[in-house]
């Protein structure tokens, strides 16, 4: 084995200017998928996280009536506080949420958005509710994308129109008293937030909620009238939407290693056809076929491997920038409707760089071994004439 290896060595090095290209060919694919694959799973992991910081907590209860995707609902989505439920929200591991839709009019026109009531001390997400705590009568809480779309800014005053549970229109008059900064756009875009005391009352909804958050400690458990949603449930938005971009760059990746084994390919089976004097000699000498395949096959595997070296070191700067520095997507996250940050930050995992590099390398190996099969049938006595079949 070792002597295989040092001629397969030897003879990959004789290469020269061939070998290096392909190197370079297959460090650049490389480094392009383990980039891209890092780009996907650093926006798998902040749109998350951000989600069940700032929204998920640990889990939701909805009122069985309530359904996100149609607004018509949230008229009648509303239910009274279970006991069960209000132990959990007097202990500090549950805070309770109402909606209730609504008709704002800013700058003479009417804008339709959700008023989501919660308590302004509530600990388990980390939403500036605090700013609801203010002294002023009627305070209201909006995202940067609401305040962009509708033009309020901090300390504008905007009339509120709603309907209470009988039906019947009303009107106040509130005061934005803090914008907030975040990448979970069910939470700004269209939303309005307010103290669930004001809400309450203003709806006539006294201890009635639409959903619970509970802490992420907090079993789930079977409530009459009520379905627990888990993280996983709520984040598999998320989680679809990376698999259909991770999808789409496979297409990508197909491409890449094509071209890169496609050279791979190439140079086996020229290095078949130029060495078959050297083939028919060692095998007149006494060499098996399976030896000579081995000392070809290892001969284009090592450019695998020479490349996932040089990979490593010449794409360690570029993946480290992206991973520390991220890579702006501004103006394409702000209308894209779901939790994405302005800057993406790569990660790479170990299953990642263990997972990509296995698979060049095998592949590698394959496509190196496949043009040596002609070996197997070769006449040494021919081959040593100068002639293959």
């Known amino acids: 084995m070792l002597l295989a290896l040092n001629l397969a060595f030897k003879n990959l090095m004789g290469g020269r200017l061939r070998t290096i290209l392909n190197i370079l060919i297959l460090s650049f694919a490389f480094v392009i998928i383990i980039f891209f694959r890092g780009i996907m799973n650093g926006m798998d992991e902040q749109m998350s996280r951000a989600m069940i910081d700032e929204e998920i907590a640990g889990g939701q209860y909805w009122v069985e009536s309530y359904d996100p995707f149609d607004p018509l609902t949230l008229d009648e989505a509303y239910m009274n506080i279970p006991a069960e439920i209000q132990k959990l929200i007097n202990n500090g591991t549950a805070e309770q949420i ?8 800013p700058q003479g026109r009417d804008q339709n958005v959700i008023l989501r009531g ?44 709603w309907r209470d549970k009988h039906g019947a229109f009303d009107a106040k008059e509130g005061t934005i008293v803090s914008i907030m900064d975040t990448i979970v756009q069910t939470i700004d875009r269209g939303q309005i937030w307010m103290r669930i ?55 990508m990746y197909a491409l890449l290693l094509f071209l890169a084994m496609l050279a791979i390919f190439d140079t086996q089976v020229l290095a078949v ?3 078959r004097k050297e083939i028919g000699t060692m095998i007149a000498m006494g060499m098996t076929r399976n030896r000579v395949i081995a000392i070809f096959t290892i001969e284009g595997a090592l450019n695998g491997v ?33 939790a994405i940050p302005d800057r993406l930050y790569a990660y790479y995992s170990g299953q990642l760089i263990i997972g990509t590099t296995l698979l060049i390398f095998i592949l590698v190996t394959i496509v190196s071994y496949l043009p040596t099969r002609k070996i197997a049938k070769l006449n040494p006595t021919e081959a040593i004439r100068g002639k293959i079949t």
């Open 98 to 105: 109402l909606l209730r839709p609504a008709t704002i009019f």
């Open 118 to 161: 919660i308590n302004p001390n509530q600990k388990l997400v980390t939403m500036p509710t605090i700013a609801l705590s203010s002294q002023l009568e009627f305070p209201l809480l909006i995202g940067k994308h609401m305040a962009k779309s509708s033009g309020l800014n901090v300390g504008d005053k905007i009339m509120i129109r």
């Open 273 to 275: 056809f130029r060495r």
């Open 197 to 251: 005391s004001d809400l309450q009352e203003l709806s006539g909804l006294p201890n009635e909620a639409t959903i619970i958050l509970v802490d992420k400690n907090v079993p789930p458990e079977l409530i009459t009238g009520w379905t627990f949603r888990s993280t996983d449930f709520l984040l598999s938005d998320v989680k679809s939407l990376v698999k259909t971009k991770q999808a789409g760059a496979v297409i």
């Open 306 to 338: 020479f490349a996932i070296i040089a990979g490593a070191i010449l794409g360690y700067p570029l993946l480290r920038y992206f991973a520390v520095k991220g890579m702006s997507i501004y103006s394409a996250a702000d209308d894209f409707g779901m």
